[in-house]
């Protein structure tokens, strides 16, 4: 028997994976190497897009933006092309579609007209990115692979031999259209045999595809314990202020470098949120530390600014409060 544990607040959604087997529970903390009182927390978003794709904004007003709002690891994902390093946004290009834009009246002069911004300078860590459009969107990380995309195998494979890491972008999108392709078994598999492959969106542009937990949830029942699949929450943000950080991953780092946050990505050493109302609504609830008992038996979960946490397995509440005990059958 495989179970997977989250909490769940009034204002926003933090999730972590917890699994085991009646009985006899063997806990899998993703958050067992956190040091709660020395590690940092960091905000990080892992899906935009800018002028140099389909986005509205130039890279540089996407970092600022970003910035702003306290953000210290950013992704720009353009469509199949790396906008990367921030120091050189200056001698990039906008897309063919950011000029038919402007040529049509819909985006200003400004939106083309690129300058560099200093990551460093803004107390900021800039992943190198992609979104590779294969059939399945997928998310490229410390990687400058830039090449057209095909099978997704095929650009998996090519991926994983450029040393970054990945996920899979809104997987509600392919459900949906295709459901007998992208079954629950697709998916499985897919994980089972790309271990750089890190985990799936399960909050995208708000709650754009609001059955990614469900089927994460299933992805997970068939998958583990063999490996873990981590819950993402990304902005895919486009165009309109108010689309910009309502969805982010909060990352618990001893460090803010690419070692730190590319262990985050694949130990799972983060959380996920979605603001309903992004940053105009309620603070969004603090997750102090996570604690699993010696005897694996209880897992307790000391925050502040929350409402309530309620603790979700297979869609079901299974307990309310600050800490759940593990049954024994």
């Known amino acids: 028997m495989k179970k997977t544990f989250g909490i769940l607040t009034t204002v926003a959604v933090l999730a972590f994976l917890l699994f085991g087997c009646a009985q006899n529970w063997e806990i899998d903390n993703p958050y067992k190497n956190v040091d709660w009182q020395n590690h940092q927390q960091y905000k990080a978003n892992l899906h935009t897009h800018t002028t140099r ?30 906008t990367f390093p921030w120091t050189s946004f200056a001698e990039l290009s906008p897309s063919e579609r950011a000029n038919e834009r402007l040529q049509a009246g819909e985006i200003g002069a400004a939106a083309l007209e690129y300058e560099n911004r200093s990551p460093e300078n803004l107390g900021m ?15 490229s990380y410390f990687s400058d692979y830039q090449s057209q995309p095909g099978d997704e195998r095929v650009t998996l494979t090519e991926l994983g031999e450029k040393g970054g890491l990945l996920l899979l972008n809104h997987p509600g999108r392919y459900t949906a259209r295709d459901p007998e392709k992208y079954n629950v078994d697709w998916y499985v598999d897919i994980f089972n045999d790309y271990d750089y492959l890190t985990g799936m969106e399960v909050y995208n542009q708000g709650d754009r595809y609001p059955n990614d937990r469900k089927h994460w949830d299933k992805v997970l029942a068939k998958i583990m314990p063999k490996r873990n699949v981590w819950g993402y929450s990304n902005d895919d943000f486009h165009a309109g202020i108010e689309r910009l950080g309502r969805n982010w991953n909060v990352f618990i780092l001893p460090d803010l470098n690419e070692e730190s946050i590319r262990q985050g990505m694949l130990e799972g050493s983060f959380l996920y949120v979605y603001a309903i109302n992004g940053h ?16 694996n038996t209880a ?14 397995s297979g869609g079901n509440i299974v307990a309310r409060g600050n800490s759940i005990r593990l049954p024994e059958a």
């Open 125 to 139: 860590f800039a992943i190198q990115g992609n979104e590779v459009s294969s059939p399945h969107h997928v998310g």
């Open 280 to 295: 105009n609504g309620p603070a969004v609830p603090k997750i102090e530390s996570i604690n699993v008992s010696k005897k």
């Open 53 to 82: 794709s389909d986005g509205r904004m130039s890279p540089q007003l996407v970092v600022d933006n970003y910035h702003k709002l306290g953000y210290s690891i950013l992704a720009i994902t353009d469509h199949n092309e790396v």
């Open 299 to 312: 897992i307790e979960i000391v925050a502040s600014g929350q409402d309530s946490i309620i603790w979700i």
